[in-house]
């Protein structure tokens, strides 16, 4: 059985900085491409970044560029966003998900966690 399991989220400050984790179960952690999703109230889902098996590439959405980043430790079976200079639209629930191709993630990750809520006050 397949868990990710998010942390980290709380109520910040704008201009503050707030580290997220994903703890993934198994012991296939290292073979899959990571993401982490948004969802504020009222709109969609939408992605934040990614990362693949390895680490070696990264992407970011337009909005987060400069201000977040995403790592993994696979010996912890774990993935990160820190995220800095955070602002009143960064508010959401932020997902982790996981997919065995890191194009595919970016549109239909094939497992998601329970999400942990982020909020930033003015």
């Known amino acids: 059985q397949v868990q990710l399991v998010e942390s980290g989220g709380g109520l910040v400050q704008a201009g503050r900085s707030l580290r997220l984790s994903c703890a993934a179960s198994?012991?296939?952690?290292?073979?899959?491409?990571m993401g982490w999703f948004r969802q504020a109230p009222g709109k969609e889902r939408e992605f934040v970044a990614r990362?693949?098996?390895?680490?070696?590439?990264?992407d970011y959405a337009d909005s987060v560029k400069g201000r977040f980043t995403i790592s993994r430790d696979n010996a912890k079976n774990t993935m990160y966003l820190q995220m800095n200079s955070l602002k009143p639209e960064d508010t959401a629930v932020y997902y982790c998900?996981?997919?065995?191709?890191?194009?595919?993630?970016?549109?239909?990750?094939?497992?998601w966690g329970q999400g942990t809520q982020v909020t930033v006050s003015s």
């Open positions: 998900a996981r997919d065995l191709s890191y194009t595919k993630i970016l549109r239909t990750p094939d497992y």
């Open positions: 198994g012991r296939t952690f290292g073979n899959y491409a």
């Open positions: 990362i693949s098996w390895g680490g070696g590439s990264t």
